[in-house]
């Protein structure tokens, strides 16, 4: 059986996760603790990061960005890329913007600081990134609003894998009660078609030890 | 005519250059000084980040990994990446080893603390990042080493947008004179050969006002 080994609050992952469902690929889900720096997990991907993800022919994949061309081009339908070159540039733009600059603007300073850095022991949460993450979350709802006041989706006409890379992490948001929906109607509107996507299912069944998720958080109509 | 807009020591926009240097695609290369948040260049990139390419038709495009990717979907020949889907699996995910991990273990400590600190006015070096920087290096080249030991280039048989990402953030340190190449052979020979490829010419002729690179940097047999 296929593998997918992951951290339920890890937008990388989640990002993937979505994308199997989306797909239709079933893949165990094996949870890492990569901070434990596990030997044999060292041996699939020296970065030690996850998602790595093992197919059939057993041979472990790393990289969210990836694993997600590698499931594009040998995956069954639907596509998460549109055909034309230059619309593929957007949405693997936009995945950048949430892979690379939310993350660090946002997720970082939010979920790291308030979930991983105690599921860790490393601490308590920084109040001066907390407060960053809550005021930069609103300007990416306002990104997200005006995307999707011209655009179906995120990258144009259809659903693409942007719409999961920003859904990915602002559900581990969500999952916080990080996210002020309030600010945004579009974006809300938005993240609720995503949300109630079959493949989103399997997120919002989540559940860390120790940190329940607000109500609104499996709601679809939140 | 094609437009890029670059820095000369950003290893995201060197990725690119190499990548249309290989494949001979000619652009006017436009100096972007990013800090300053020129408000034309937010029209293109609201992330305001290098590198931006301009095709034929206009339409601009942001973030290296998607430009690498249209290019690589578009452009002539050579193909950047494998045939085969996992072996482009490998060598994304060694893009993003370096331009993810080596970014910040290693870039993000020598290159931004000594040069991008000082263009920007932004103070002094902070020698505890440059001693992190100067000490991951070493481990860095050792996997390099390690790598191009058991594979011809670093994804594999052939040269891929693995071994320029690579080089790409080699060459930028390389400039700053931080690579102890003495260190581990085998990377160095490995670097070598990237470096003596024509599409490395235009990297090794990039000079900074106010910041010259040592003598060995424009030096194929360094």
Redesign the interface.
């Known amino acids: 059986m296929r593998r997918l080994y992951h951290l339920p609050l890890s937008p990388f992952c989640r990002k993937i996760r979505l994308t199997l469902a989306e797909k239709g690929i079933e893949v165990a889900l094996i949870e890492e603790k990569v901070w434990e720096r596990p030997i044999d997990f060292l041996r699939l991907n ?2 030690c990061t996850v998602p790595v993800y093992v ?1 059939r ?1 057993g ?1 472990p ?3 969210s ?3 997600f ?2 499931l594009e ?2 995956g069954p339908e639907p596509r998460l890329l549109p055909a034309d ?2 619309d ?3 949405a ?2 936009l ?3 949430f892979d ?2 939310f993350h660090n603007e946002v997720t970082a300073n939010l979920v790291y600081e308030r979930v991983n850095k105690r599921l860790r022991g490393a601490g308590y949460p920084d109040s001066a990134k907390v407060k960053a993450g809550s005021r930069n979350v609103k300007i990416h709802l306002d ?1 997200i609003g005006w995307l999707t006041e011209t655009r179906n989706w995120l990258a144009g006409d259809h659903l693409t894998i942007a719409d999961f890379a920003a859904a990915a992490h602002l559900s581990c948001l969500d999952y916080c009660g990080d996210v002020p929906w309030e600010h945004n109607d579009s974006a809300k509107h938005w993240y609720a078609r995503v949300k109630s996507r079959p493949a989103f299912r399997t997120l919002l069944q989540d559940r860390l030890p120790g940190f329940p998720p607000p109500a609104a958080y499996a709601d679809l109509d939140f």
Chains 1, 2 share one sequence.
Do not use: N, S
């Open positions: 020296p970065a197919g022919e041979r994949m790393a990289d960005g990836a694993i061309e590698y081009e040998t070159p230059a593929r540039a957007e693997r733009r995945v950048g913007w690379d600059k990104y």
